[in-house]
């Protein structure tokens, strides 16, 4: 069975730093592009962060580029995100997700999500 | 960035109804749409991806259609389980945007 599950949520105070953890389960996700994707309280979904197969190309969102690093651990199976400078509009619930692709491979969709792990920045 | 608009923002509907959802791009996405079902304190669940494709183990009451910057989710006849909000999102360039949601509420 699929599965995704995230961790490393927190309180956090503006400025401060966390590493959030996704690891994967059913699945190689080294064969597999992912992503982050976060949810203020109340709020619609906003897309954070991808890595694709092979880790050749990184992209991030205009809010958190420079502050947010993706990255993979393979031996473990897992996904990372690092998140540094945070401010108190990073606060959300963060997923880590799947990518399923179309018959010419390219990204279509994400097809299977962690439970989420809540990030709270605030003093 | 391509921004998503989804109409109506808000839909009341009963059992066995016929709900149909839009979601308009700013700029042409070609197929490179998916539909999620979100329900609170839940993780979105993959309904629809290449504007089309039924996801595995979806029902068969949901489809998707559309190209360019026009596309529709429909659901043939509502069922309890389907009370949730919904969202668009665009994967045919980065940021990979997404619309800001469609609750479908008990009439």
């Known amino acids: 069975e699929v599965q995704l599950v995230d961790s490393g949520g927190g309180l956090v105070q503006p400025g401060g730093s966390l590493r959030l953890s996704c690891v994967a389960s059913?699945?190689?996700?080294?064969?597999?592009?992912v992503a982050w994707v976060r949810q203020a309280p109340g709020k619609g979904l906003e897309w954070v962060s991808s890595?694709?197969?092979?880790?050749?190309?990184?992209q991030y969102a205009d809010s958190v580029k420079g502050r947010f690093t993706i990255s993979r651990d393979n031996a473990k199976n897992s996904l990372h995100l690092q998140m540094d400078s945070l401010r108190s509009e990073d606060t959300a619930v963060y997923y880590c997700?799947?990518?399923?692709?179309?018959?010419?491979?390219?990204?279509?969709?994400?097809?299977?999500w962690g439970q989420g792990t809540l990030v709270t920045v605030s003093s | 960035d391509i921004q998503l608009t989804q109409s109506p923002s808000f839909l009341s509907a009963s059992v066995g109804d016929r709900v149909t959802i839009t979601c308009r791009a700013s700029?042409?996405?070609?197929?490179?749409l998916a539909w999620y079902q979100q329900k609170p304190g839940q993780a979105p669940k993959l309904l629809i991806y290449?504007?089309?494709t039924l996801q595995s183990g979806v029902p068969s009451r949901f489809s998707g259609s559309g190209s360019g910057t026009e596309f529709t989710l429909t659901i043939s006849s509502l069922q309890p389980e389907d009370f949730a909000t919904y969202y668009c999102?665009?994967?045919?360039?980065?940021?990979?945007?997404f619309g800001p949601g469609t609750k479908v509420d008990m009439k």
């Open positions: 290449a504007a089309s």
């Open positions: 890595i694709n197969v092979g880790d050749t190309y990184i």
């Open positions: 700029q042409g996405i070609n197929n490179y």
């Open positions: 997700a799947r990518v399923v692709t179309d018959a010419n491979n390219f990204w279509s969709g994400f097809d299977y």
């Open positions: 059913g699945f190689t996700s080294s064969r597999f592009g």
């Open positions: 999102q665009q994967l045919n360039d980065y940021p990979f945007t």
